[in-house]
């Protein structure tokens, strides 16, 4: 009795090693040693499995996958420019077409309806893979890489792929298989400098998401797996291997059975997309656009450039592409032909500005704001300090046709394009007795062909501070009027090209002021900001009969002339449908101060006045043949 208590309690807890066995099978477990192994080690990983889910949460997203570029869009709908530090513009799901979102799913995750978010199989791979310092492997869902894009680095680490793992059960419980979706192609990285499907869609075929067909939709599907690798444009290698996974693509939709094999027949030509992504810098004339939408923007919302600056808007503009390009060829081709700096130092600094601006509402078409806008930055388009001359006489003209000129007696009377200015210093009409001549010019001859010394008077006698009221109710800001000296009417106010053109649109169409706007619709994560949809109706700036008769005198056109002292040449001409200012001047870079422009380009008779009219008729020539 007493020997078998002693070897009760000498009995270990666990027979390890087995007694009674020999060699070798003293060693191995039994079966029920390790079945009890299996399940307690089990038991700790399920666990800590438990504790972990428990401990990590779905972290706030980061600031990079929710930011957005700033879009800005021609007249036609076509994109401008995308400017941020991250190019990407946020979609819905419901402007992906299906046959796009069917090529990513068949692509990246065929079971994406169905699992729980996450491969096993994947995970275990890329921590083996990482462990080894081996390259990462593929194998994670949709909803792992929306993960991994949206709340986590992207550092191959087996720590971030356990949180990759745990966040990515957590999100399929908590969002819908349609929000990973989403989620997905608006932060996946599409190369060409585009995060997220919209603007791989602009980068690669220049149309949005929305536009996309189901061949384009499995091209760009196939960037998902390395654009390095897949961009068709940058080698033959990488046209072949993007050719083929296309059609992989296409042809695993069908086997998944997300396209028909009829549908899949229609694609059998792989869909190039543009050789270069489109263009997202500031260069050329696309900053001096953007930079007239932006103050437009802020004059006209209560944005400002911190808002701005966060991005996320959608910016769609009155520019017209063809005009903005032929503006530019037309500038620079009377410049190159004409302007030589280095052989004439009277061509040195010499600068252009120009616009257009439609005379029926105001839409500024086309500017011209220098050569390039990372380069010269200030914006010849649309800044002040640049005198009009002559081309201010319209003004004067339309306040005398309207308010009549005082007489010596005090009364006032009533005057037309064709009175002049008799022996007896007093303004005349025609008649059999007095014709205007070279002696003494009508009002109209004295517009087109210098006359200033007519105008000044004709402005003393209307009144100047009527002539800048009409001016202003043009379409000129108060801000560009000079003081209301004896030079007044000759033009010594400094108008910006995009508000003479507009303030010639008064005259074009008959009396009625559009103020100039380049903003047609300003959108926020798909809602509508600022109401630029809705503007302000046409003002009755002229009697009807004022701006005819100012449009007669005019031939349509007006200009600085041989008699104007001013540094600087302009031209304005108009049609029904545009109305187009250019201006030629020199200035300083260092001081802003304008410099002479006697024998500019050689031409001491004109001094430079007649370049902007060669640009202006270019331009015309070659707008009006393309429309």
């Not at 990515?168 to 819908?176: F, G, H, I, W």
Request: glycine share 10%; with cysteine.
């Amino acid at each position: 009795m007493r020997t078998r208590q002693r070897h009760a309690r000498g009995k270990r807890f666990i027979d390890y090693p087995r007694r009674g066995r020999s060699g070798v099978r003293r060693w191995l477990p039994s079966w029920r040693q390790s079945l009890s192994m299996f399940v307690l080690c089990l038991g700790a990983l399920a666990g800590l499995f438990a504790w972990v889910y428990a401990s990590v949460d779905i972290p706030d997203e980061n600031a990079a996958a929710v930011q957005e570029a700033n879009t800005y869009y021609w007249a036609d709908g076509s994109q401008m420019v995308s400017i941020g530090k991250v190019n990407r513009n946020i979609v819905r799901l419901s402007d992906v077409p299906e046959s796009v979102q069917h090529a990513v799913i068949a692509a990246e995750n065929e079971s994406f309806y169905s699992d729980r978010g996450v491969s096993p199989k994947g995970i275990f791979r890329a921590l083996v893979s990482t462990v080894q310092g081996q390259e990462t492997q593929g194998g994670s869902t949709i909803t792992q890489q929306y993960v991994k894009n949206t709340y986590l680095s992207q550092e191959q680490t087996v720590t971030r792929k356990a949180k990759e793992f745990i966040i990515s059960l957590k999100v399929d419980r908590t969002k819908s298989k349609r929000e990973v979706l989403q989620g997905y192609l608006n932060t996946s990285w599409f190369g060409r400098g585009a995060y997220g499907i919209d603007a791989a869609a602009q980068a690669y075929y220049g149309i949005p998401a929305k536009k996309l067909d189901p061949s384009q939709g499995a091209m760009l599907a196939s960037l998902l797996k390395g654009a390095e690798l897949y961009d068709p444009s940058t080698s033959s290698g990488n046209h072949q291997r993007a050719e083929e996974r296309w059609k992989w693509i296409l042809d695993r939709q069908v086997k998944a059975g997300l396209m028909s094999k009829e549908e899949r027949e229609k694609y059998r030509t792989f869909p190039e997309p543009h050789k270069q992504s489109l263009a997202t810098s500031l260069g050329g004339q696309t900053g001096y656009l953007v930079d007239v939408a932006n103050k437009y923007i802020k004059a006209h919302s209560m944005l400002t450039d911190q808002d701005l600056a966060h991005g996320g808007y959608k910016i769609h503009t009155t520019f017209d592409k063809t005009r903005v390009r032929q503006l530019t060829t037309s500038v620079q081709g009377v410049l190159d032909e004409n302007i030589d700096p280095k052989k004439r130092s009277a061509d040195e600094d010499v600068q252009v500005g120009a616009a257009s601006v439609r005379p029926s509402d105001g839409a500024v078409l086309a500017l011209y704001g220098g050569p390039d806008a990372t380069k010269h930055f200030t914006n010849n388009a649309d800044t002040s300090g640049v005198p009009v001359g002559s081309a201010f006489k319209p003004f004067v003209l339309a306040a005398a046709l309207q308010h009549g000129t005082e007489t010596k007696n005090g009364e006032r009377q009533d005057i037309q394009p064709d009175s002049f200015y008799g022996d007896d210093g007093q303004l005349q009409n025609p008649s059999e007795k007095a014709q205007p001549d070279d002696s003494h010019p009508s009002l109209r001859q004295a517009l087109v062909k210098g006359g200033n010394a007519t105008y000044v008077r004709l402005g003393k006698e209307v009144g100047t501070d009527k002539v800048r009221d009409t001016a202003i109710r043009s379409g000129l800001l108060k801000s560009s009027m000079a003081p209301l000296d004896d030079s007044f009417s000759v033009g010594t106010s400094t108008p910006s090209t995009i508000r003479m053109a507009g303030a010639y649109g008064t005259f074009a169409d008959e009396g009625m002021q559009n103020d100039p706007y380049s903003v047609t619709k300003l959108l926020k994560d798909g809602q509508s900001v600022g109401g630029f949809e809705s503007r302000a109706k046409a003002r009755r700036a002229l009697p009807k009969a004022v701006a005819q008769d100012v449009s007669d005198a005019l031939g349509g056109a007006g200009r600085t002339g041989d008699q104007d002292r001013l540094k600087s040449a302009w031209y304005v001409g108009y049609s029904k449908e545009v109305s187009t200012a250019v201006t030629m001047f020199r200035m300083k870079p260092e001081d802003g101060k304008l410099l002479p422009m006697s024998d500019v380009g050689g031409d001491t008779s004109q001094r430079g006045n007649g370049f902007p009219e060669r640009i202006w008729a270019d331009y015309t020539a070659a707008t009006r043949s393309a429309s």
